[in-house]
């Protein structure tokens, strides 16, 4: 009697099995950057409404007068707001405070080419939250008698968020909250109890780059946290003058991969998943990342005028001016720059809420600076919708202090 393996059929199964088990999952990785994903849908255009003003769904509103002066420090009284109050009210109005010192200023050199700016994505993507609490954590939940209160007489309840403990004094505490689509973990009280403050933090106490991000590698991997939807990790550690101070932590910061483009603040920051590592104890000590979520797009007018970004680029960002008076300027040369997605967050009627977006910016590098700045930074970030652009020129009051 023939063996099963002589029969006619096996081999195709057997050539069938491999192809599922190792030819298949093999092209599927090497052809993974060339397969195309989802296109998140699009809503017309300015489906997201007007991007300068919180809350407006109303076209563009003429926004020359946004850069007059305004009298006093804040709302003084209980006024209607105004165009002028919507528009500081999304970006910070700067009020220069006279002392009797020297008025600096920071000039942003950029002498390079522009990209082709007709060619721009006009597309703006907007975060749709999508963290939702499976229906049985819910319903088990409202079942739950805590004491003497029955959450079961209480109808419709849902878990708002919730955070569980580990069972270890080095342990981590994770906490969920689907209301504002926010994950994020952090040590136990009894982590911080073992850390000796004692001692003063000196610049040699500062890890590497390198031993910063393979702690937070590692801790991904431990923890099994999926990483594919973020770029590369990098520390930022342009604020910290370690003669005057070493912070008790950094952050290894990952920046989120939006159609293809990393996603950076309009500071330059990486937007995204953040851990931090404790100086102190060499461990990781908290992580926050956005949850879950899917995309919508909306087409804006994208700015054509390379001046107008220029004179942007020249003040440092959207929220930097110049004074006209300054007696010293620091000098920082910027290389060629990066097209990415700037996070735009665009408040909703002053309550707190609103939406996350996503919009196209350029983003360039500082390649030399003047040390004796007191101001560093290793970006300039310069968004490219034009409503965002023009509506938020900096507001400058002036007070003389006697």
């Known amino acids: 009697m023939p063996s099963i393996f002589q029969k006619p059929w096996i081999s195709n199964v057997l050539f069938a099995l491999f192809a599922a088990v190792v030819l298949i999952p093999l092209a599927l990785f090497l052809l993974k950057d060339y397969i195309p994903t989802p296109t998140p849908p699009s809503l017309g255009d300015r489906a997201f409404g007007n991007l300068t003003i919180p809350g407006s769904t109303q076209e563009t509103p003429d926004t020359s007068s946004a850069t007059e002066k305004v009298s ?110 926010v994950l994020s973990i952090s040590r136990n009280n009894g982590y911080w109890e073992t850390l000796d403050y004692s001692r003063v933090l000196k610049e040699n ?13 590692d801790f991904l991997t431990t923890f099994q946290i999926d990483r594919s939807a973020f770029g590369e990790p990098s520390i930022d550690r342009s604020w910290i003058d370690p003669m005057v101070w070493v912070p008790d932590s950094l952050a290894v910061q990952y920046p989120l991969i939006v159609d293809g483009r990393e996603v950076y603040g309009l500071w330059g920051q990486p937007s995204g998943m953040s851990i931090t590592v404790n100086v102190r104890s060499g461990l990781v000590d908290s992580f926050f990342a956005p949850g879950p979520s899917t995309l919508e797009t909306s087409d804006y007018e994208i700015v054509t005028d390379a ?34 997605l700037a996070e735009h967050f665009l408040y909703a009627e002053m309550n707190g809420t609103g939406k996350t977006l996503y919009v196209p910016a350029l983003r360039f590098p500082i390649v030399s600076r003047d040390e004796e700045a007191p101001y560093k930074k290793d970006w300039v970030v310069v968004p490219l919708v034009k409503e965002i652009l023009q509506g938020t020129e900096p507001v400058v009051e002036t007070l003389e202090i006697k």
Do not use: C, H
Request: hydrophobic share 40%; no cysteine.
């Open 72 to 181: 006093g420090l804040g709302s003084g009284g209980a006024a209607e707001p105004t165009q002028e109050d919507s528009l500081s009210a999304t970006y910070p109005v700067i009020d220069e405070l006279s002392y009797n010192q020297d008025v600096v200023d920071d000039d942003y050199v950029y002498s390079g080419a522009l990209p082709d700016l007709n060619a721009i994505d006009t597309r703006v993507f907007r975060r749709v939250n999508a963290l939702e609490l499976p229906e049985s954590i819910n319903k088990a939940f409202s079942q739950l008698k805590l004491g003497i209160l029955p959450l079961s007489a209480f109808k419709n309840l849902y878990l708002s968020s919730f955070t569980v403990t580990q069972d270890d004094q080095n342990g981590f505490v994770v906490s969920v909250d689907p209301m504002n689509n």
């Open 205 to 217: 106490d500062l890890p590497s780059d390198e031993s910063l991000i393979k702690l937070a590698n």
């Open 307 to 340: 001046q107008a970004i220029l004179d942007v680029v020249k003040r440092g960002g959207l929220w930097e001016y110049q004074p006209e008076d300054a007696k010293k300027v620091y000098i920082s040369t910027l290389g060629e720059p990066d097209l990415i």
